[in-house]
């Protein structure tokens, strides 16, 4: 009997339960289906499509390039198929924030096809693949064939799971030795953070292939720092299994949104991360943390808006761990950009990096430059004003060394579980 894989955001051919379970069962048709209603939300973005792209290419490789990819709502290109291909089963591997799920299953039900959701993490058998015969595969669009906005992003990571494995296996060798300190320094955490989240994030990786490798890594690394290092990636990695939130929602205005976005807030380190952020595709979980705090406390941007602002720069965006995280910034206490820029970037090296009109300014001034006679013919110029002074924004908010901040005009449907993360 011949069966349907609808793959989601499990895009491999490893480790894949749903894609074991309907080899066991029958010749395979292995689908995705791209919604271009989906790819044209507010919080997608063409990076986030390129390193799909390029994961689904690598898919199709890994399946002798039988992935057979489509355009349309799900329900109608799933029953399409099944009536062609006269198919009685569909499995999948479960995923509550990927859009279409219920309603393939309630089509399913009603047109009697077998659905099967395996859960996350169930076992996966590695039996030899028979597909279904003279299969089309169909292109495999760009971008702007899309509807999507050109989204340069010259640093992005590459997609699929070649690109993955060669990431892994470069931290699990080296770079992981440096991983306790990873988020210490702006500059530090690009080779000492793991980086996979766009990996885990797609698919290509399975989180649990990833934990394995990491905890035989550890066993070799036996005891010291790097040991510790890699028993905390995977308390980290452990963080992916929590239930989801609903995203929140609150009052907020829009004027900063724009400035905030391109990274010019007029404050330095803060602008350094967002263009960081933009060229990469990718950052740490204090600077994602830095952001959101500025974005909501200081600049009190809508948090809707800056949610998605900020999931278009992310290669790795899942729904899911972003308005949690959102979440969990939002109740905490505001941070502060200037004592947070000291530590993490002592030196501004990260900071001149990233914004070269404010490189030859001293130390004292780089900071702070609206202070500083020296960069004032930059302002409004070259660099612009800052949008709010830090000190003022705190004041305002109301922040109390060491109290829980709590603030009415966000509404947090589900409170956040308590996270292992510093901010
Ligand atoms: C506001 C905000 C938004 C975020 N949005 C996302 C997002 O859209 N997608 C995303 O994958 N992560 C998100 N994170 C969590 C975290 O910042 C990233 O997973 C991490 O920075 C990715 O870098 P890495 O792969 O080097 O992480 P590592 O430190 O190497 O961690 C390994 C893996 O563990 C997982 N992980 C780490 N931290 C968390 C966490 N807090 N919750 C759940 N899983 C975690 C990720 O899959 C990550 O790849 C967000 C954090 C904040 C503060």
Redesign the pocket.
Known sequence: MNVLVWFRRDLRAFDHPALAAAGAMGPVLPVFVIEPDFWTQADRSGRQWAFLRETLLDLRGQLRGQLLVRQGAAVTVLAGLCRKHRIRRIVTMADAAWPGGCDVAEWARGAGVEWLELPQGADAGQGALNFVADLAPGPIPDARSLGMVDDRCPHRQAGGRAAGQALLDGFLTHRSQGYQQAETHALLSERA?????PH??WGSLSAREVALAAAERQVAANHGDWAAGLRL?QS??A??DQSPVVPMTGQGAAHDLDAFAAGETGLPFVDAVLRYFQATG????RL??LL?SIALHHLRINPTLAGQA?ARL?T???PT??SR??QR?ALARPLHPLPLAARLDPTGSFTRRWLPELAHLPDDALQQPWKSPLARPLLGRRYPEPLVDPNQALRRAGARKGATHRRPDFTLIECPRQ?A?PL
Do not use: G, K, T
């Open positions: 953070s793991s980086r996979l989240s885990l994030a990636f980290r990695l963080l992916r990718w950052l740490n979980h994602r943390a959101v900020l992310s790795d965006y899942d761990i972003h995280e959102m910034v996270l993360l």
